[in-house]
C-alpha cells in the first residue's frame, strides 16, 4: 500500500509505502506528481519504505518505471528513506545516470530527507 504523506512543504511530495504495493497503488502518486510538475515545473520526491523492494509486484515496478519515464526531465530531487543499505546504496548511485539529485536516506534521517528533497538544504 502507499500513502501520501501529508505536510510536508509544498515544493515537494512524498508518499509512504507498507505492506505489498501494486500498480494500482501508483494512481495516487501520479495524481499527485502531476499536480505538483503543473505548479513547479519540476519533481522534489520522497518515498518512505517501510516495506522490501520485493513487496512490490511487477505491475508496481512497471508504473514506478512510466512514473519516472513520463517525468524524466522533470526530476529535481528525490529521496528513498529505508532500513536497507541496499536500497540506499542504489538511490545514491542512481544519481550518476539519471537527470536530478538522488539520496538515500536512513529511517533517523527522515527530517534531513524532508528538508533536502524540499531544498531548504543542500
Known sequence: MITQIPNLPSNMVGFHSSGEVTKDDFDIVKQKVAELVDKTGKLNYLLFLDN???????????????????????????????????????????????????????????????????????
Open 52 to 122: 522490501s523492494p520485493k513487496d512490490f509486484t511487477a505491475g508496481a515496478w512497471l508504473q514506478d518505471a512510466l512514473l519516472g519515464i513520463n517525468n524524466i526531465t522533470k526530476w529535481n530531487r528525490a529521496a528513498i528513506v529505508s532500513d536497507s543499505e541496499t536500497v540506499i546504496k542504489f538511490t545514491d548511485t542512481f544519481s550518476k545516470v539519471m537527470p536530478g539529485e538522488y539520496r538515500g536516506f536512513h529511517k533517523p534521517e527522515y527530517q534531513k530527507a524532508i528538508d533536502w528533497v524540499s531544498e531548504k538544504t543542500a
